[in-house]
């Protein structure tokens, strides 16, 4: 079943950070996703996802998707899962959140990203984002003013 995510992320300057939580099962550094519930929006989603796992509220990014194949562990071992991930700039961050008992939080500026990721899932994500990152940091300053 598709689901979707978000690249929590926050510009200051010429400096781009990504937010990454832990995984449930593994504790592998991984960003926010999840299934549409009911009759949700897949933005809906992304915005659920991020507050819940997270404690993330922000801006989506909608003009920039990008689609991988994540490895999620499930009754039969690791399966490959498609995921949609948007950007999500991230304008606040709760200090309690649905998740937090289960999941650690960690920035990482974007150069150290790679080695923060569980590399096999999201270092093909990371280098779209970074190939991106222009084009979103004038969609973030363009929405500012």
């Not at 990454?20 to 933005?43: A, C, H, M, N, Y």
């Not at 490959?80 to 959140?97: A, S």
């Amino acid at each position: 079943m598709h689901r979707v995510g978000i690249i929590p992320f926050d510009m200051k300057g010429d400096q781009t950070a990504l937010l990454f939580v832990t995984s449930q099962k593994r504790g592998r550094w991984i960003l926010p996703k999840g299934r549409r519930k009911g009759d949700e929006t897949q933005f809906d989603a992304c915005h659920r996802e991020g507050l819940e796992e997270a404690g993330v509220r922000g801006r989506l990014l909608e003009d920039f998707p990008s689609t991988v194949l994540i490895g999620k562990h499930g009754k039969n071992g690791i399966q490959n899962v498609v995921v949609t991930y948007y950007p999500f700039l991230v304008e606040t961050q709760e200090d309690d959140w649905l998740e937090k008992e289960r999941r650690q939080r960690h920035w990482a500026l974007l150069e150290d990203a790679p080695k923060v990721a569980y590399k096999e899932d999201y270092l093909g994500l990371i280098e779209q984002f970074r190939a991106l990152r222009p084009w979103i940091k004038e969609a973030v300053e363009n929405s500012k003013s």
